[in-house]
């Protein structure tokens, strides 16, 4: 029974205004950007805090690139949307805060007492927990504090937009209809759980039915595969299988929060959580890493024409394509480049975020800076090429390497860890290294003087990439079109002592006699080398893979795929074990490792070169 003290301090509370005021999101990982965009959607200013700045950066780009999948109901400049590392300003402000935290108790705790420190006296404060209850989570803060908490359950929006309101146990009462009202705003369905109940409504029946998949698979009555295709036929058909559902949501979250129900209601573990375990030791999680989980990596990410659920391409990445402009009219083709942004699935319409570049090939991202590194070839036959930088929006375009420092940039590389990157100079005939803002240039290989002439095409550098567990860096010299002459060569990555980059005496060629090969990548976990090759048929126009043996060399040259339309561009997305390829036909191909599976999307969409990834 509540005491006099007590009901008077809850008559002096009042409903907050969302005028003004933001909507904070605590947590930048899958949930939490959805979230985010789901009331930026709707013209909400949304603050979105994350320690990680990477997070943060992915979450912003995410919501500018998927927004158009929320249906917005506002025009774009009334959406708002701006990340923070720092809790206070991210949250000072807000009417709202939903966290999004990691499924671990303490952390959630944790999370709120430090909330109730900085946010006003009237905002909400709710968890998107899965499992704990908003009264569990709200031991460590002020009963004041613990009535302004509730539960706000989200699934996958957009595709799912219900949202499950719960009673911390003392949440005021008039809370609820007014969420009710702004969530719907928002796009979503709200719905109240009548009492506090662990697992709300759908999940509470979804953990039984997911217990018994993960006993038929630890008792090995059947395979993930067998058992997914027997619920898909008997309830869904169209829909997402369980164990589908779990690689995407994460065996490490599946495991933790099965040991949450089994500790509550004091429930027979048959060996569940064991069963979890072993993947969860071997490093597999599911779909957010790279050795996958029930499933092999990437079986969820999927591209426009295959068959698609809510959860899957959760942790597909984002791309970011170089169209040269060579579609333009010829007066206009060195000054119409463009970078573009797309999505995995093909489904996301491409969309400009700089143009007007001349010639762009290479383009590489640094993820720990939140930037955009791409080089422009300029005029071939000019000494007028020069590297760029921006940030993941586009935004703030800077030159930091100038035109004529780099005769005819080509393929870049970016090593974070170390914060450098690598590039390679076509008719230059060199390659390059320095820091990220494009101080401390040193030149690595140089093949000849490009004043003196640069018709020589077997010493042109054209791809460029970085294996930095085995201290190499690679490149291709393409040699003449389509005249088999092309070469692969590796060198340290540092130079010997006493020499450089005209006498270093550690170069070695690789592979020789190829018709013409351009950008190249290096698996090291896998021990494979990737190349593109855009000469002439049966072996130009093609990708291609060779495997690196006990001894550190290259054999077994196998090419992948043909019949691309004058291949350039590829780069690695090693978590989910794709790659990526574009030609200047204005395609962008995606391939298993071995290069099965392929498909093509963005078709006739510009001239394309070079491409990078951004994990979500």
């Not at 506090?196 to 009555?221: H, Q």
């Not at 042109?460 to 190499?472: I, R």
């Amino acid at each position: 029974m509540e005491t006099d003290t007590e009901e008077a301090t809850m008559t002096k509370w009042k409903l907050p205004t969302a005028i003004n005021r933001s909507v904070g999101i605590l947590g930048a990982g899958v949930l939490g950007r959805r979230i985010g965009a789901c009331w930026a959607s709707a013209g909400y200013k949304v603050n979105i805090r994350d320690p990680d700045t990477q997070q943060t950066n992915g979450a912003l780009q995410y919501i500018k690139n998927e927004m158009w999948r929320y249906k917005p109901t506002v025009s774009p400049d009334k959406i708002s949307v701006h990340g923070f590392q720092d809790l206070k300003p991210a949250v000072e402000d807000s009417w709202l805060v939903i966290e999004c935290v990691p499924e671990k108790l303490d952390l959630k705790m944790n999370a709120f007492a430090d909330l109730e420190k900085v946010v006003r006296p009237d905002t909400i404060l709710g968890t998107n927990s899965s499992s704990y209850k908003s009264r569990e989570i709200a031991a460590k803060v002020k009963p004041d504090t613990a009535k302004r908490m509730l539960n706000m359950h989200y699934y996958i929006p957009p595709d799912i937009r219900v949202v499950e309101l719960m009673t911390s146990g003392s949440t005021h009462e008039d809370i609820f209809p007014f969420l009710e009202e702004h969530l719907k705003r928002s796009g979503m369905l709200p719905v109240m759980a009548h009492r506090e109940s662990t697992g709300f409504l759908l999940n509470r029946v979804w953990a039984a039915i997911k217990r018994e998949c993960l006993m038929v698979l630890s008792e090995g009555v059947a395979s993930p595969a067998e058992l997914d295709m027997v619920w898909n036929e008997m309830f869904v058909k169209t829909g997402v299988p369980p164990c589908e559902l779990m690689d995407s949501v994460g065996l490490d979250t599946v495991s933790l929060i099965e040991q949450h129900y089994i500790q509550e209601r004091n429930l027979h573990d048959p060996g569940v959580i064991a069963f979890l375990q072993k993947y969860i030791q071997e490093g597999r999680l599911g779909a957010k890493c790279s050795k996958g989980g029930l499933y092999p990596p990437g079986y969820t990410t999927k591209t426009a024409g295959q068959q698609q659920t809510p959860y899957d391409n959760l942790h597909a990445p984002t791309l970011y394509i170089l169209d040269l402009g060579l579609n333009n009219a010829p007066e206009e083709v060195y000054q119409r480049g463009r970078i573009l942004v797309g999505s995995a699935d093909g489904q996301t319409p491409l969309r400009t975020i700089v143009d007007h570049q001349p010639m762009p090939d290479g383009i590489a991202l640094c993820p720990s800076e939140g930037k955009i590194i791409w080089g422009n070839m300029g005029v071939p036959n000019k000494n007028d090429g020069s590297i760029m930088s921006c940030n993941l929006d586009g935004s703030d375009i800077k030159v930091i390497i100038p035109s004529g420092t780099v005769h005819t940039p080509k393929q870049i590389a970016v090593d974070d860890d170390c914060s450098k990157m690598y590039f390679s100079d076509r008719e230059g005939m060199r390659v390059f290294r320095c820091n990220i803002d494009g101080s401390g240039l040193e030149v690595l290989i140089r093949n000849g003087d490009w004043a003196t002439g640069f018709d020589d095409q077997t010493k042109w550098c054209v791809g460029l990439g970085l294996a930095p567990l085995e201290g190499k860096f690679y490149w291709t010299q393409k040699g003449p079109s389509k005249g088999s002459k092309g070469r692969i060569f590796r060198a340290n990555i540092h130079t010997p002592p006493g020499h450089d980059a005209s006498t270093r005496t550690d170069i070695e060629c690789l592979f020789r006699g190829l018709p013409e090969p351009i950008d190249i990548e290096i698996d090291e976990e896998g021990k494979f080398m990737y190349w593109t090759d855009r000469g002439e048929l049966p072996r130009g126009n093609s990708l291609n893979r060779a495997e690196r043996g006990p001894d550190g060399q290259y054999t077994d040259h196998k090419i992948l795929a043909r019949n691309l339309h004058e291949a350039i561009g590829i780069t690695l997305d090693r978590k989910n074990r794709h790659i990526y390829a574009t030609d200047l036909g204005g395609a962008v191909y995606r391939f298993n490792m071995d290069g099965t599976g392929r498909r093509k999307f963005y078709e006739d969409e510009g001239s394309f070169a070079g491409i990078a990834l951004c994990d979500k």
